[in-house]
C-alpha cells in the first residue's frame, strides 16, 4: 500500500509514512481509496470532499480515523483535489471556485489521458457537488449547469460578474432566478438552449417583449410577480409544456393561448380575471388545469375539448354551476371549493376515473344520484353547504364506503 500526501504530491511507502510528512499530523485525515492508496488530505479540504462521496470511517486502536473510500480511486482523486489546491489559491468566492472546478472536470472528461473521469463515482461527485451550493441534482454533465446551481444557492441579487457569466453560457438548459429582485429580465438571458426558465418571486411588472429567441423553452414559471399583460411572442414559444403565471395582476387571459398547443400544465391561479377565452379547448395536451382564486362566474364550453385533463382547480371563485367537464372522461381531481354552485348535474355517471371531488362552501342543497355510482371516487368534501339534515344523513349513508367523506 502506498501513501500520498496531497499538496507536495510525495508518494512513499506506508512503513515512512510519519517521516515524510511535512505538516503536523493534526491537520491531515487519513483517507484509503478503492484501489488501496493512503491519502494524506488536509482537514479543511477532507471536510468540503467527503459528503460527496461514498465512505466509511474506521477506528484505529489509538482512536484515529481513518476514512475509506468506497469507489474512488486514487488518481480520480488526486485530480480532484489538486484542483481544490490550485483554485484555493486563486480563488476567494466559493461560487467562483464550483464554477471553475465544473469546467476543469469537463475537459478532463473529454480527455484521452483520463477515461475515468466518465465513471459513475466522479459524476455523482459533481452531481453531489451540486446539491450542497443548490439542493438539487445536475441532470447533466455541464460546468456551465453547475455554475447555474451555484446561482441558485446565492439568494441574493445578481452580481455583475453573476450577471456576464450567465450571459456566456450560451448552452445553458436551465436557469432558475426566483428570488433575485429582477426589476426586469435581461435579454442576454434568453439563450435558445432553454428549456426551463424561472422568473418567480422577482416583481417583474412585465416580460421582454421579443420571447421568440427562447425557442426551445419547455417550462416557464412566472409565479408570485407583478405582471399586468403577457407579450404576443410568449405564444410563439410553441415547445411550452408548461406555464405558470400564478400570482400575477393579470385581467385578462389573451385568445392566442390557444396556440400553445403542446401545454401539459397551466396555471393562471390568483390573478384577477373574469373568463377564460375558449380557445382554451385547443390545448388538447392539457393534463392540469389551475383557475382558481380569480373572478370567474363561468367557464367555457370549450373545457369539454381537453380530452386529457386529469386534475382541475377552480377553487375560491365565482362559479354557479358545474363546469363543462363531462365529457373530460381522464379527470381524476375536481377542486371547486368557495364557489356559488347550486346543484350538480343528474348524470355525473360520465366521470369514472374521478378520484377526489371538493365541493366545500357552495351552495348545495342535493346531490345526483349518479354521484355515488363513481367507481373511483375515494374523496368527496362537502362541508358549509345547505343540505338539511335528512339529506345529509342520506350522503352519509350513500357514501359510507369512501376513505374520506367530510359534510
Known amino acids: ?70 469507489d474512488i480511486d486514487s488518481a480520480t482523486l488526486k485530480i480532484i483535489i489538486d484542483h481544490i489546491n490550485f483554485y484555493n489559491k486563486q480563488i476567494n468566492n466559493a ?54 446551481i451555484a446561482i441558485r444557492s446565492s439568494g441574493k441579487s445578481l452580481s455583475a460578474s453573476t450577471l456576464e457569466r450567465i450571459t456566456r453560457c450560451k448552452n445553458l438548459t436551465e436557469l432558475n432566478l426566483s428570488k433575485f429582485s429582477l426589476s426586469s429580465v435581461p435579454v442576454e438571458f434568453l439563450h435558445p438552449n432553454l428549456r426551463t426558465l424561472n422568473l418567480s418571486k422577482n416583481g417583474l411588472t412585465k416580460l421582454p417583449e421579443d420571447l421568440s429567441p427562447l425557442e426551445s423553452l419547455e417550462h416557464l414559471y412566472c409565479t408570485d410577480n407583478n405582471l399586468t399583460e403577457l407579450p404576443a411572442s410568449l405564444f410563439a414559444l410553441t415547445n411550452l409544456k408548461t406555464l405558470n403565471i400564478s400570482s400575477n395582476q393579470l385581467t385578462i387571459l389573451c385568445h392566442d393561448i390557444g396556440k400553445l398547443k403542446n401545454l401539459k400544465y397551466l396555471s393562471v ?18 393534463t392540469k388545469l389551475v383557475l382558481g382564486s380569480n373572478k370567474l362566474t363561468y367557464l367555457p364550453t370549450e373545457l369539454a375539448f381537453l380530452c386529457n385533463l386529469k386534475e382541475l382547480w ?32 343528474e348524470d355525473c355517471s360520465s366521470l369514472i376515473t374521478l378520484e377526489r371531488l371538493n365541493l366545500e362552501d357552495n351552495r348545495l342543497k342535493t346531490l345526483p344520484a349518479t354521484l355515488k355510482e363513481l367507481p373511483k371516487l375515494n374523496v368527496l368534501l362537502l362541508d358549509k353547504n ?5 339529506t345529509t344523513k342520506q350522503i352519509k349513508e350513500d357514501f359510507d364506503h369512501l376513505g374520506a367523506l367530510s359534510i
Request: hydrophobic share 35%; glycine share 4%; aromatic share 6%.
Open 1 to 70: 500500500m502506498k501513501k500520498i500526501i496531497v499538496g507536495i504530491l510525495l508518494i512513499s511507502s506506508i512503513s515512512s509514512m510519519e517521516k515524510s510528512s511535512p505538516f503536523p499530523c493534526d491537520s491531515f485525515i487519513t483517507v484509503i481509496t478503492s484501489d488501496k492508496i493512503i491519502v494524506e488530505i488536509e482537514q479543511s479540504i477532507a471536510e468540503n470532499l467527503l459528503p460527496g462521496l461514498m465512505h466509511e470511517e474506521v477506528m484505529d486502536k489509538e482512536d484515529t480515523a481513518t476514512i475509506v473510500l468506497k
Open 95 to 148: 461560487d467562483d471556485y464550483l464554477f471553475e472546478l465544473g469546467k476543469a472536470l469537463s475537459h478532463y472528461q473529454s480527455s484521452d489521458n483520463y477515461p475515468y473521469t466518465q465513471s459513475k463515482p466522479i459524476q455523482r461527485l459533481i452531481r453531489t457537488w451540486g446539491i450542497i451550493s443548490g439542493k438539487r441534482m445536475a441532470r447533466e454533465f455541464d460546468p456551465e449547469l453547475i455554475r447555474l
Open 269 to 286: 391561479e390568483a390573478n384577477k380575471l373574469s373568463e377564460i377565452p375558449t380557445q382554451i379547448g385547443l390545448l388538447t395536451q392539457l
Open 314 to 345: 377552480s377553487d375560491h371563485n365565482e362559479l354557479e354551476e358545474l363546469p363543462p367537464i363531462l365529457s373530460c372522461t381522464q379527470l381524476k381531481l375536481l377542486w371547486l371549493c368557495k364557489n356559488k354552485i347550486k346543484r350538480l348535474p
Open 386 to 390: 345547505h343540505f338539511d339534515h335528512k
